[in-house]
């Protein structure tokens, strides 16, 4: 197994690490990785057309009824605030830059996003120590956060909210709180 590293790819740029790693395994570059139904490039013979339903038909014709609203744990509003990644502040700055030009939000994301991926090694370097520098700063602030009271309790009402949700999903209804 090759690991990001290897390909000198970071998290979260899933398309440069499936380029990579088609590339890696002798895959021409020319060749379209854009089909969600393959799992691997071994499978490129053409499969029968089905007759069965899809997972959103049923037996009888009728479309699935949409899922259900699944309940979601408050965040906990006396953690410390997530540090933003290298991207995001160079996304604020950025955009301040480009305040004044009337600029849709997508126009503006287009801009950042292409300006980013243009950007070499050298340039991202300060906004990654940045980031860098506030993720320990947040992980210092996350494990002292840790050791105080605020911490315990919110572990308790996350016990709770995950019982509370198991008995619903088991069809038991659960005492008040």
């Known amino acids: 197994m090759v690991s990001r590293d290897a390909l000198g790819v970071k998290l979260g740029h899933r398309r440069k690490l499936q380029r990579r790693i088609a590339n890696y395994r002798g895959i021409a570059p020319e060749t379209s990785l854009a089909s969600p139904t393959r799992t691997s490039i071994e499978d490129v013979k053409l499969e029968p057309t089905r007759t069965e339903p899809t997972k959103s038909e049923r037996l009888d014709g009728s479309a699935v009824t949409k899922r259900k609203y699944r309940r979601h744990p408050k965040p906990d509003e006396n953690a410390p605030e997530r540090p933003p990644s290298a991207y995001v502040l160079f996304s604020n700055k950025m955009r301040e830059d480009l305040k004044g030009q009337n600029l849709t939000f997508t126009e503006i ?51 709770e909210f995950r019982k509370r949700q198991a008995a619903q999903l088991q069809g038991i209804s659960p005492p008040p709180p």
């Not at 950042?112 to 520098?133: I, M, S, Y």
């Not at 947040?138 to 002292?144: A, G, H, I, K, T």
């Open 109 to 159: 994301a287009k801009l950042v996003g292409e300006n980013w991926q243009n950007l070499n090694r050298d340039e991202k370097e300060p906004f990654e120590r940045q980031a860098h520098e506030a993720k320990e700063r947040y992980n210092r602030e996350l494990s002292d956060y840790k050791k105080t009271t605020e911490y315990k309790k919110y572990c308790d009402y996350l016990h």
